[in-house]
């Protein structure tokens, strides 16, 4: 029960975000807002549905009824109350008569996670379209090769001379990196025009020593998405670390 | 060690931060999800902080391998003298700094020393403010609770 209740509250609190990625955004007279707002009230549609399943569900379990009509033939409804087996007749080892009805339950209560799960899916990607239309969306990844000759400890970010972001990295993470990942560091919206992106990379470098270095590009950003990547590698000529900031058109 | 009732945070996801530890290392909370955490926030200059970093090492001690984390927030305006409280005062759980109090302000800590119980799904689930003398079995039997959920 507890359960079902933190589902509802989530699914009620999705359809709330939904609604409120539904309403028109301010400037909706922009051409790329129209199928987000559309996707939106779709989305919102799928939450409020959930939610009256969820509530429908809820409703059933309380007053101890199965969620859903069960399908015809079902064992669940033979006509006869539960537990009530005709006088003189065998007693069989059959499933307890509450069995049916808890099963379909079940069932319900994981057609309703698997929903919630696709919705808040839906959602993520809503978000990430509205916050960070295609227009005006810069990415920043991170990667990192071999990683002999540095440790990486910290990124600071900045574009345009602000800083965006400053992130610190946990042995995990440097690991993870050194495997091959890549990661987003940065997620955000530049206008179109010239820009300077200068980062600033800190951490351990040869002989173990405090080692802090920076790297700037300038690039231009045009209509559409803009993705710029951070390349940690290392130069065995040199022995140092290279730092790099690549533009991926 | 008064559970905070009215407290904002509790039942809610606790914050994720990441901060660099005494030691060097960076721990990033998120990480430790799937285990118990308590994050307890100090400072050098509080003498009810020393007694309760030696209640928590203790209670740390025993149930680390029970699947608990344990982090000390250091609030000092002066990161020098926490650095000389850590060295003059070792602990068997990890030490992390705070400078700009960014974290501090996350949990809105307003009294010292607080400390915060995560459970293993990453919500706050109980908030001490202040340590006194029989507070140690009533956090201990909490912690209990954590663990064996």
């Given at each position: 029960?507890q359960?079902?209740?933190?589902i509802?509250?989530?699914?009620v ?14 400037q ?22 959930i939610?009256a ?9 309380d007053?101890?009824?199965p ?19 005709p ?36 959602l993520?990607?809503?978000?990430e ?11 920043v ?18 574009i ?5 972001t ?20 940065y ?7 010239n ?10 470098g040869?002989?173990n020593?405090d080692?802090?270095r920076?790297a700037?590009?300038?690039?231009d950003?045009?209509?559409?998405a ?8 290392d130069?065995?000529r ?10 991926w058109? | ?9 509790l ?20 990480e ?47 990161a ?9 005062h ?5 030490m992390?700094?705070?400078?700009a ?11 010292l ?7 293993r799904?990453?919500?706050v ?7 006194g ?17």
């Amino acid at each position: 029960m507890q359960m079902k209740n933190k589902i509802l509250a989530m699914v009620v609190g999705m359809a709330c975000s939904c609604a409120a990625f539904a309403a028109p955004p301010p400037q909706s007279s922009a051409p790329s807002s129209a199928p987000t707002s559309a996707a939106a009230a779709a989305a919102a549609a799928k939450a409020k549905a959930i939610g009256a399943q969820v509530e429908a569900a809820l409703a059933g379990a309380d007053s101890g009824a199965p969620a859903s009509p069960p399908a015809p033939g079902s064992p669940a409804v033979a006509g006869a109350p539960a537990g009530a087996a005709p006088a003189g007749s065998p007693v069989t080892a059959t499933a307890p008569p509450g069995a049916a009805d808890t099963r379909s339950l079940d069932e319900d209560t994981q057609q309703l996670k698997k929903d919630v799960v696709d919705l808040n899916r839906d959602l993520f990607v809503l978000e990430e379209e509205l916050l960070f239309p295609a227009n005006t969306q810069v990415a920043v990844y991170v990667s990192m090769d071999v990683g002999e000759f540095f440790a990486l400890d910290s990124i600071t970010l900045k574009i345009d001379n602000k800083e965006v972001t400053n992130y610190l990295y946990t042995p995990r993470e440097v690991d993870a990196l050194l495997k091959g990942g890549v990661q987003r560091l940065y997620l955000g919206n530049l206008k179109v025009g010239n820009h300077e992106l200068v980062a600033f990379f800190s951490g351990k470098g040869p002989d173990n020593r405090d080692y802090r270095r920076g790297a700037s590009l300038k690039f231009d950003k045009s209509i559409g998405a803009k993705y710029l990547e951070l390349k940690i590698e290392d130069r065995q000529r040199k022995m140092q670390p290279e730092f790099e900031i690549k533009d991926w058109e | 060690m008064a559970n905070a009732q009215g407290f904002a945070l509790l039942g809610q996801s606790a914050p994720d931060f990441a901060l660099r530890s005494f030691g060097g290392t960076n721990v990033r909370l998120s990480e430790d999800r799937g285990d118990v955490v308590v994050l307890t926030f100090w400072g050098s200059q509080c003498d009810v902080c020393r007694r309760q970093l030696d209640m928590l090492d203790r209670s740390f001690t025993t149930y680390r391998s029970a699947g608990l984390h344990m982090y000390g927030v250091s609030v000092d305006d002066d990161a020098a003298h926490a650095r000389q409280f850590v060295a003059a005062h070792p602990l068997g759980f990890v030490m992390l700094e705070d400078p700009a109090k960014d974290v501090a302000r996350l949990y809105q800590i307003d009294n010292l020393p607080t400390t915060v119980l995560i459970d293993r799904g990453g919500i706050v689930r109980h908030v001490y403010r202040d340590f006194g003398p029989r507070d140690e079995a009533l956090y201990l039997s909490q912690l209990r609770e954590l663990l064996n959920e």
